[in-house]
């Protein structure tokens, strides 16, 4: 809990608040866009205010987006936002546990992992492990039964988490995670993740038994790791593997020191974390449309039928390389990504006093030098979905329309306007402006030294079980689209989320 500083002339304008500690913690909980925007109205795109006794300053918009993703990492920094959460889970030494010039070079370590030979091998596994998924599980018995004229339904976050973590654990995990799937892994993997939840994030240590469960989770899980790591270095050429575990092995830090099998296995606990809820998310909000846009979901079935269909009605099995000639599929996971971005939020805790560009926001009275300054020991918050959903930046903003990211269908021209913004400056969001850049008005993948290095692999396993569901049934939704719940760290579709299927033939 920090000490709130009285106002300075410098400071950014301080959203209206009753109660001293609490500020607008409750508002900002149970609707965080609603309150950005209804703020962004009154005080323009930089205020600050007060969640549960800390001085969070809020920069919306590009520039905003730009200010806080592409600031010095010695001003604004990462760890002093997300330790006390992640370190609990993850373990010691590495991410948001150690100086951030080692976990650049643990992020780099990672991208090592992400090949395109792995990728390769990891289509047919996600594939089969989908294709045994609604074959065996309860959920799925009216496509087992066979029968094309039955519906039957799933839950979208159980069924798609279900889905995520079976896929992830065959591919990055690796044979040992996924065996363990079926044993005690799964109970480990359940107690870790109760320690990731707003509650964890803050507060790092409470005296409940969630709290206890993750710590001994975090412990027994890491063992379980060292233990892999230790059985592959005693019998090296017993087996290929196409895993990260097997890539971080052999990964060495600058100046020869090898990383330890404690470094890899926190690295991979966070990996699974980082990928588990924002895919399982991803995947959710993607059926949910597509059972909700039967006319989109029946292009996405044409498309693998042009692309895969065999002349007896069967499909071919899927490439990594056939992933880039889906445009339907590229552009409905991109604009779930858009209007539902599992990220939407992003912190950092501020370490040194930091001006705003008077671009980006500035005093109307000309006090002090005329500018904003950001406190030292203060948090900053970028909202890259506020940017998503802009109105003035994209054409029905609120709408989830695949479309609007394909060439072929002629409106990619109106998917992003050109704008004038309040400082007068036209800003023109041509096609090519959706870069990955810190001033992008997309960026449900962050932007800046951050930016996630899940991206390639994420799109090869939404796409590919997507395109999986989409070939043995037909989806649709009995209720609207779900509205976000803001109650979870990561952006899930509140209830009813309910999905009905049909089988689409016979086999
Ligand atoms: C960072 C989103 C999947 C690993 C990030 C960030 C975002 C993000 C917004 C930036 C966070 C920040 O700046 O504070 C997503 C989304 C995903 C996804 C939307 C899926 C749809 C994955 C997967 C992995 C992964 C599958 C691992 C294989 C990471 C890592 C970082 C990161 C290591 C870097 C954190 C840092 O440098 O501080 N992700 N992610 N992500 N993500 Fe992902």
Redesign the pocket.
């Known amino acids: 809990w920090q000490k709130i500083a009285p106002r300075k002339a410098t400071d950014p304008p301080v959203v209206f608040h009753w109660l001293p500690i609490i500020g607008s913690a409750i508002w900002y909980g149970n609707d965080p866009i609603g309150f950005f925007q209804t703020c962004q109205e009154r005080y323009g795109d930089v205020f600050t205010c007060i969640l549960l006794g800390r001085k969070v300053t809020v920069t919306l918009g590009v520039k905003g987006s730009n200010f806080v993703?592409g600031g010095k990492s010695t001003a604004f920094n990462?760890e002093g936002?997300?330790t006390h959460l992640t370190t609990p889970v993850f373990g010691k030494d590495v991410?948001?546990d150690c100086p951030n010039e080692v976990?650049?070079q643990q992020?780099k370590f990672?991208k090592f992992g992400?090949t395109t030979k792995n990728f390769r091998a990891y289509v047919r596994m996600i594939e089969d492990e989908v294709d045994e998924f609604m074959r065996k599980d309860p959920r799925f018995v009216t496509y087992q039964q066979n029968d094309i004229n039955d519906w039957g339904s799933f839950d979208a976050i159980a069924a798609m988490a279900e889905i995520t973590i079976l896929t992830?654990s065959r591919t990055?995990q690796g044979k040992e995670v996924r065996e363990g799937l079926n044993k005690s892994f799964s109970q480990l993997y359940s107690d870790l993740d109760g320690g990731f939840t707003p509650l964890n994030f803050l507060f790092a240590n409470l005296p409940l038994e969630s709290y206890r469960k993750r710590d001994r989770a975090q412990k027994k899980m890491s063992d379980f790791y060292v233990d892999i790591i230790k059985r592959r270095r005693a019998n090296p050429d017993a087996e290929t593997h196409y895993d990260?575990i097997e890539s971080l092995k052999e990964q060495t830090y600058r100046g020869g020191a090898a990383l330890r099998d404690h470094e890899i296995a926190h690295l991979m606990i966070?990996?699974l974390m980082?990928?588990q809820h924002?895919?399982t998310?991803?995947l959710a909000w993607t059926v949910l449309h597509l059972a909700s846009r039967p006319d989109v979901a029946a292009a996405l079935y044409q498309e693998q039928v042009e692309r895969f269909g065999n002349a007896d009605g069967s499909f071919r099995a899927m490439e990594y390389e056939d992933l880039r000639h889906l445009p339907v599929l590229d552009s409905v996971i991109r604009e779930t990504?858009r209007v539902h971005?599992?990220?939407h939020n992003?912190?950092?805790q501020v370490r040194e006093d930091v001006p705003v560009p008077a671009s980006l926001a500035a005093p109307s009275s000309k006090s002090g030098n005329g500018v904003y300054v950001v406190p030292k020991d203060t948090y900053v918050l970028a909202s890259?979905i506020i940017s998503q959903l802009d109105p003035r930046i994209w054409v029905n903003a609120h709408t989830w329309e695949p479309s609007r990211w394909s060439d072929s269908a002629g409106v990619a021209a109106q998917a992003l306007r050109t704008y004038t913004d309040e400082a007068g400056e036209k800003i023109d969001y041509g096609f090519g402006a959706v870069s990955k850049g810190t001033e992008s008005p997309y960026?449900?993948?962050?932007?800046?030294?951050?930016?996630?290095?899940?991206?390639q692999?994420?799109?090869l396993?939404?796409g590919t079980i997507v395109a999986a569901l989409v070939r043995r049934v037909e989806l649709r939704l009995p209720t609207k689209v779900p509205e976000h719940n803001y109650h979870t760290l990561i952006l899930m579709p509140k209830d009813p989320k309910s999905v009905h299927y049909r089988r689409r033939r016979f086999d």
Do not use: D, N
Not at 443 to 455: D, L, N, S, T, V
């Open positions: 993703l990462a936002a997300y991410v948001y976990f650049m992020k990672i992400l992830a990055l990260m966070a990996l980082a990928g924002t895919s998310a991803t990504l971005p599992p990220i992003i912190m950092r890259p960026q449900p993948f962050g932007a800046g030294r951050h930016r996630c290095i899940g991206e692999f994420a799109y396993q939404i």
